[in-house]
């Protein structure tokens, strides 16, 4: 079992910056990929990013590409999502999820642990 605990969300304006945290604990974190998704209000959860279990293997949505950077500290059993130039479109509630194995998959059915989620709402 892997619980994840996300941080990091809070109201900013275009153009600004907000990192988000995921801090997992349980199994080891250092077996699983990372992703990111995020849900806007009467839409499906998407695809934000993810990152395989090394740090090496990175994937994002065309979408957030050039502005995200996901990242993981194993030492700290964490993962992060630097995001810039936020746009309001990126406003949405964001999780952190967790599936067992080395690389990034982009459909959230191939994910088994999931955060509780932080509201992130840009402002035009």
């Known amino acids: 079992q892997v619980q994840l605990v996300e941080s990091g969300g809070g109201l900013v304006q275009a153009g600004g910056s907000l990192r988000l945290s995921c801090a997992a604990s349980g199994r080891t974190f250092s077996s699983y990929a990372m992703g990111w998704f995020r849900q806007a209000p009467g839409k499906e959860r998407e695809f934000v990013a993810a990152?395989?279990?090394?740090?090496?293997?990175?994937g994002y949505a065309d979408s957030v590409k050039g502005r995200f950077t996901i990242s993981r500290d194993r030492a700290k059993n964490t993962v992060y999502l630097q995001m810039n130039s936020l746009k309001p479109e990126d406003t949405a509630v964001y999780y952190c999820?967790?599936?067992?194995?080395?690389?990034?998959?982009?459909?959230?059915?191939?994910?088994?642990?999931w955060g509780q989620g932080t509201q992130v709402t840009v402002s035009s």
């Open positions: 990152i395989g279990w090394t740090g090496t293997n990175t």
């Open positions: 999820a967790a599936r067992g194995g080395a690389y990034v998959r982009w459909s959230p059915d191939e994910y088994d642990y």
